[in-house]
């Protein structure tokens, strides 16, 4: 089945700076979806990002299928901003979807 | 706010009682599913619903069985729970029957002593 590794695994960042995490797959994909999962646990849809580039405030995602991964930008980190971000895609032409183990992300004041 | 309520949101069991998780939507979508998540490993599907009586395995589906007999409810059965079932369970929604984008109910912390 296909495959999906995220990096960096862990990252420390001073509150202010930037940020970009990276999603590889293994094969096609029809679907990518980029999750936040908060320190209370929740999981925070952020982009439905399939192919090509969307925005939405400080954060923003580029996905190149041809190529085989998406990235997820965060600029100007806030301390909420803490927590795990998951990519998941689809690629079997089923109806799951297959989760990367996540990048887990420290915001420090 | 996906309309996905999880009950009990909490649960302690002993090892070898049965246990009943259930997820519950208000808006009629078609498609369920039961994923559990554990350090290292990330999300995993359990089993999930594409429709009322209409389920299908996941990666992780031993030990687990599942029931959908109206829409808004499915349900997640450990027949006799075992240690290695403590874990955090999460449902999910599909909205669209073309696109496979999934929102997430709140969670299960299960612990099974």
């Known amino acids: 089945g296909i495959q999906v590794e995220q990096s960096p695994p862990d990252l420390i960042l001073q509150e202010g700076a930037n940020s970009t995490l990276r999603c590889n797959f293994s094969?096609?994909?029809?679907?990518l979806q980029w999750f936040h999962q908060n320190p209370w646990g929740q999981l925070i849809n952020l982009f439905y990002i399939p192919s090509g580039t969307k925005q939405n405030g400080r954060l923003s995602a580029t996905t190149v299928a041809t190529e085989r991964y998406s990235l997820l930008y965060i600029s100007s980190s806030q301390t909420t901003d803490s927590g795990v971000y998951f990519c998941a895609v689809d690629g079997n032409r089923d109806d799951k979807i297959i989760f990367g183990k996540g990048t887990r992300l420290h915001i420090l004041p | 706010d996906a309309g996905i309520t999880q009950s009990p949101r909490h649960k302690v069991t002993e090892t070898g009682t049965p246990v009943t998780l259930r997820c519950h939507q208000t808006?009629?979508?078609?498609?369920m599913y039961w994923y559990r998540q554990d350090p290292g490993h990330g999300l995993r599907l359990i089993h999930y619903s594409y429709g009322v009586k209409d389920t299908d395995k996941g990666e992780v589906s031993d030990g687990y069985s599942v029931s959908r007999s109206k829409t808004e409810d499915f349900l997640l059965t450990l027949e006799s729970a075992t240690s290695s079932q403590t874990s955090v369970y999460f449902c999910?929604?599909?909205?669209?029957?073309?696109?496979?984008?999934?929102?997430f109910g709140p969670g299960t912390r299960l612990t099974v002593l």
């Open positions: 808006e009629n979508h078609r498609y």
């Open positions: 094969d096609s994909v029809n679907n």
């Open positions: 999910a929604i599909r909205y669209s029957q073309l696109y496979n984008e999934q929102f």
